[in-house]
Each structure stands twice: as structure tokens, then as C-alpha cells.
């Protein structure tokens, strides 16, 4: 029994150790999309700054205790087949009859459940819904983040096919945290989308077609970089951990030429479009009447770990 305890604590110390676009990239991600909201919408948002920021993370947290939740933090597009990602049906029910609502769910289904959530979010305003709006709003700021990660759309998830173990918290987490305090994130005004469901399709098509630089450039890279430099270590949650060293991190970003910083960018702008987009299709409501409970006091869940979801999509080194 002791065991037991011991090897759930500690993969609980991993779990949150490194995990998915890195908790702080997931914070940063919400927290600026804030500032291009139209005045109509800024005071309340800033308002619940801390609480939009800090829940950014709340879906990781449900990743393994929820069940249901981890399939909609990714979509493994080529496992449909070579260039799937620009033929797979855009509406759920559609999928569903092509595919099996089973298949969908095993190979993940982010597009699809970001504009559920952005659904969610259009009722919540309607309803001027205070918490309800806070809430899912994050979230939804979490999915779409989680779209503009070019190794959330490939069964290749952690490199783990192409002896390239770990890349996925090296290119969504090690990256950001070292270089993230020298992006430009000013990012232009929230624009109404027309189409959100199609604009949430042709963000994830961005992010998979990145996908073969993430992982030939990172290839290329380890081939001509010496092994003793290409690592090193670093505390952890109180937990000596094996990283990418600086100098390999630096050198693989000058290789993507910005990539990260762009896709970071790209998303930030997404999750104020379809914040707005909601706010308007849902009669632009007053949010100055909504309740204004204090959430600067931020109030994550404490979700448990479920043992026989373990290991879901796990990815982080």
C-alpha cells in the first residue's frame, strides 16, 4: 500500500511538473488575449484578470480525472490518412456518421469540442452568467491554445516514432519558458468571425502543416549538436529533472525562426475573436450588470487522478 502512495505522488510531482504548452505559456495565452477585447468587453474581463488567467489550467487538470477530457486537448489528424486534416467533416454530427462517435474520440476531438465550448460560452452570455462565462471562457482559451501546438494534431504526439522522445514538452513548454519574455504579444483588436466553426478548422490546418519542421529541425539539429550539450538539469517540484539545455533551446528556436512565438500570437488573437464572436451573437449584453463576485482570489479545482486514465496521450519528459 505504501508503494502505491509513493508511485502515485510521484507521478502526480510529474504530472505537474511539465505539462501540456506549459502552465505558464496557458496563463500567458489568457491573459493577453484580455487586452484585445473591445471596451464593451475589457472592464469585465480585466476585472477577473487573475481568475482568466489562473484557470487557464484547469483543463489540464481534469486531463486525468475527468474522463472524457483528455481526447478534447488534440487531434490526430493523420491517422485518417495523408492530408485528412483538409478533408475531415467540420461538423460533429457529420463525423460521427463517417467515423463512429468511438474512433472520433480515440484519436481525439479538439476542433470539434473548441467550438462546443464556444457554443457553451455564446449561452453563457445570454444568460449573463457570471461564473459561467469565467469559466468557460478559460477553458475555451485553454482548447484553443492546445490547437495552435502542431504536436497535438499527429499520432507522432511525442516524437515517440521517430526516436525523438520528449520533443512535445520541449517544443510546448521548455521554449516558451525560457524565451517567452522577449515575444512582442500585442497581437491587434478582437474581430468578429464570420464562420468560427471553419476558423477553428483552418487554425488547426495551420498548426498541423508546421508539423514536419517541429520534427526535422529538431532531427537535424541532435544529428550535429554535441550529446553532452544537448541536455541538462534542472529542479523541479523538488525533483532533479532532465531538460534541453539553453544552448540547444536557443539553437532549435533560431532553426523554427519564431514559430512559437507565432503560434502563441496566433492563438492569443483566436481566443479574443471567439470571446467576442460569442459576446456578440449572444446580443451583446450589458456585462457591467453581471454579478461581480470577487475572483481575484482564484478557486482552481482539486481534481484527483483517475488510475485507469493514466497515461492518456502522456507526453511530458
Same mark, same amino acid.
Given at each position: 500500500?505504501?508503494?502505491?502512495?509513493?508511485?502515485?505522488?510521484?507521478?502526480?510531482?510529474?504530472?505537474?511538473?511539465?505539462?501540456? !504548452?506549459?502552465?505558464?505559456?496557458?496563463?500567458?495565452?489568457?491573459?493577453?488575449?484580455?487586452?484585445?477585447?473591445?471596451?464593451?468587453?475589457?472592464?469585465?474581463?480585466?476585472?477577473?484578470?487573475?481568475?482568466?488567467?489562473?484557470?487557464?489550467?484547469?483543463?489540464?487538470?481534469?486531463r486525468y480525472a475527468v474522463k472524457g477530457e483528455a481526447e478534447k486537448h488534440f487531434l490526430d489528424a493523420d491517422v485518417y490518412g495523408d492530408s485528412a486534416v483538409y478533408?475531415?467533416?467540420?461538423?460533429?454530427?457529420?463525423?460521427?456518421?463517417?467515423?463512429?462517435?468511438?474512433?472520433?474520440?480515440?484519436?481525439?476531438?479538439?476542433?470539434?469540442?473548441?467550438?462546443?465550448?464556444?457554443?457553451?460560452?455564446?449561452?453563457?452570455?445570454?444568460?449573463?452568467?457570471? %461564473?459561467?462565462?469565467?469559466?468557460?471562457?478559460?477553458?475555451?482559451?485553454?482548447?484553443?491554445?492546445?490547437?495552435?501546438?502542431?504536436?497535438?494534431?499527429?499520432?507522432?504526439?511525442?516524437?515517440?516514432?521517430?526516436?525523438?522522445?520528449?520533443?512535445?514538452? $520541449?517544443?510546448?513548454?521548455?521554449?516558451?519558458?525560457?524565451?517567452?519574455?522577449?515575444?512582442? $504579444?500585442?497581437?491587434?483588436?478582437?474581430?468578429?468571425?464570420?464562420?468560427?466553426?471553419?476558423?477553428?478548422?483552418?487554425?488547426?490546418?495551420?498548426?498541423?502543416?508546421?508539423?514536419?519542421?517541429?520534427?526535422? $529541425?529538431? %532531427?537535424?539539429?541532435?544529428a550535429s549538436f554535441p550529446e553532452n550539450r544537448k541536455y541538462s538539469y534542472e529542479e523541479r517540484g523538488g525533483i532533479n529533472t532532465r531538460v534541453y539545455s539553453k544552448? $540547444?533551446?536557443?539553437?532549435?528556436?533560431?532553426?523554427?525562426?519564431?514559430?512559437?512565438?507565432?503560434?502563441?500570437?496566433?492563438?492569443? %488573437?483566436?481566443?479574443?475573436?471567439? !470571446?467576442?464572436?460569442?459576446?456578440?451573437?449572444?446580443?451583446?449584453?450589458?456585462?457591467?450588470?453581471?454579478?461581480?463576485?470577487?475572483?481575484?482570489?482564484?478557486?482552481?479545482?482539486?481534481?484527483?487522478?483517475?488510475?485507469?486514465?493514466?497515461?492518456?496521450?502522456?507526453?511530458?519528459?
Amino acid at each position: 500500500m505504501k508503494v502505491l502512495v509513493l508511485s502515485m505522488a510521484l507521478w502526480s510531482a510529474s504530472l505537474s511538473a511539465i505539462p501540456p !504548452w506549459g502552465f505558464y505559456a496557458h496563463r500567458l495565452i489568457n491573459r493577453q488575449a484580455v487586452f484585445s477585447l473591445p471596451p464593451e468587453m475589457i472592464r469585465f474581463y480585466k476585472y477577473h484578470l487573475t481568475y482568466i488567467t489562473e484557470n487557464a489550467v484547469n483543463p489540464d487538470r481534469r486531463r486525468y480525472a475527468v474522463k472524457g477530457e483528455a481526447e478534447k486537448h488534440f487531434l490526430d489528424a493523420d491517422v485518417y490518412g495523408d492530408s485528412a486534416v483538409y478533408r475531415l467533416p467540420r461538423y460533429w454530427q457529420q463525423a460521427v456518421e463517417q467515423y463512429s462517435e468511438d474512433t472520433l474520440r480515440a484519436h481525439g476531438i479538439a476542433p470539434w469540442s473548441t467550438y462546443h465550448t464556444f457554443l457553451q460560452l455564446i449561452r453563457a452570455f445570454e444568460l449573463v452568467d457570471t %461564473k459561467s462565462i469565467l469559466r468557460i471562457s478559460s477553458d475555451l482559451g485553454h482548447y484553443v491554445g492546445d490547437i495552435h501546438v502542431p504536436l497535438h494534431t499527429t499520432k507522432n504526439y511525442n516524437g515517440q516514432l521517430t526516436g525523438q522522445y520528449g520533443i512535445h514538452g $520541449f517544443w510546448e513548454s521548455r521554449i516558451p519558458e525560457l524565451l517567452a519574455d522577449d515575444y512582442e $504579444f500585442w497581437v491587434g483588436k478582437a474581430t468578429y468571425l464570420e464562420q468560427p466553426q471553419i476558423a477553428i478548422w483552418d487554425a488547426l490546418i495551420r498548426t498541423h502543416e508546421a508539423v514536419d519542421s517541429v520534427l526535422q $529541425f529538431e %532531427k537535424s539539429l541532435s544529428a550535429s549538436f554535441p550529446e553532452n550539450r544537448k541536455y541538462s538539469y534542472e529542479e523541479r517540484g523538488g525533483i532533479n529533472t532532465r531538460v534541453y539545455s539553453k544552448d $540547444f533551446t536557443h539553437a532549435y528556436h533560431r532553426l523554427l525562426n519564431g514559430q512559437v512565438e507565432r503560434q502563441m500570437r496566433q492563438a492569443m %488573437k483566436m481566443i479574443a475573436d471567439l !470571446w467576442f464572436t460569442a459576446w456578440v451573437l449572444a446580443g451583446q449584453p450589458d456585462l457591467n450588470k453581471a454579478d461581480q463576485p470577487d475572483s481575484q482570489q482564484t478557486q482552481e479545482e482539486n481534481y484527483q487522478p483517475i488510475e485507469e486514465l493514466r497515461g492518456i496521450r502522456g507526453h511530458d519528459p
